[in-house]
T-cell receptor, first 116, second 115 residues
């Protein structure tokens, strides 16, 4: 099955600086790569996703890049703000096999702390 | 707005008890999922269901079972709760993705403590 590794597990960044979180996946058939943000005591929520037919996607201060050859994808947050402090999860899915395209395999999470 | 609700935010049970966790979604989604979340381990899939009465094992199904009698409701059952099942349980739902994965919408979670 799919295996997703996420690094780093914790990240502290000065407010206004950029943060980068990296994930690798093992199943070359995976073609959907979402990122979820989980604030303290709240449910995970999708912040951005990318599909295998594109290499980069941006949404204001957030961007995701995908390298299918190397099987890794990254989340980039620019001009970080205190409200960016949260746990971020990457995931991989969409591999077609016995409804496997419906499943997501999540990374272990990155706790991002923005230092004012 | 998709709404996914779970029956309890906090639950305390004793070892050996049978435990039911319920999840309801109001967006007519075909897919529903149960995860457990543990520090340092991320979200691990226990079971998922792609249709009424249909289920598939996830990565850690041992000690759990599920039931989906109605499209909007997905139940997770711990037949005989053990202390190593103390965890945060998250339910999620998503529409069918076709050939490519789709966004999952999560419930607020149930923090289960087994004594």
């Amino acid at each position: 099955g799919e295996n997703v590794e996420q690094h780093p597990s914790t990240l502290s960044v000065q407010e206004g600086d950029s943060a980068v979180i990296k994930c690798t996946y093992s199943d070359s058939a995976s073609n959907y790569f979402p990122w979820y943000k989980q604030e303290l005591g709240k449910r995970p929520q999708l912040i951005i996703d990318i599909r295998s037919n594109v290499g980069e996607k941006k949404d204001q201060r957030i961007a995701v890049t995908l390298n299918k050859t190397a099987k890794h994808f990254s989340l980039h947050i620019t001009e970080t703000q205190p409200e960016d402090s949260a746990v971020y999860f990457c995931a991989a899915g969409g591999a077609i096999s016995n409804f496997g395209n419906e499943k997501l395999t999540f990374g272990t999470g990155t706790r991002l702390t923005i230092i004012p | 707005d998709v709404k996914v609700t779970q029956s309890s935010r906090y639950l305390v049970k004793r070892t050996g008890e049978k435990v039911f966790l319920e999840c309801v979604q109001d967006m007519d989604h075909e897919n529903m999922f149960w995860y457990r979340q543990d520090p340092g381990l991320g979200l691990r899939l226990i079971y998922f269901s792609y249709d009424v009465k249909m289920k598939e094992k996830g990565d850690i199904p041992e000690g759990y079972s599920v039931s989906r009698e109605k499209k909007e409701r997905f139940s997770l059952i711990l037949e005989s709760a053990s202390t190593n099942q103390t965890s945060m349980y998250l339910c999620a739902s998503s529409p069918p993705s076709g050939l490519i994965g789709n966004e999952q919408f999560f419930g607020p979670g149930t923090r289960l403590t087994v004594l």
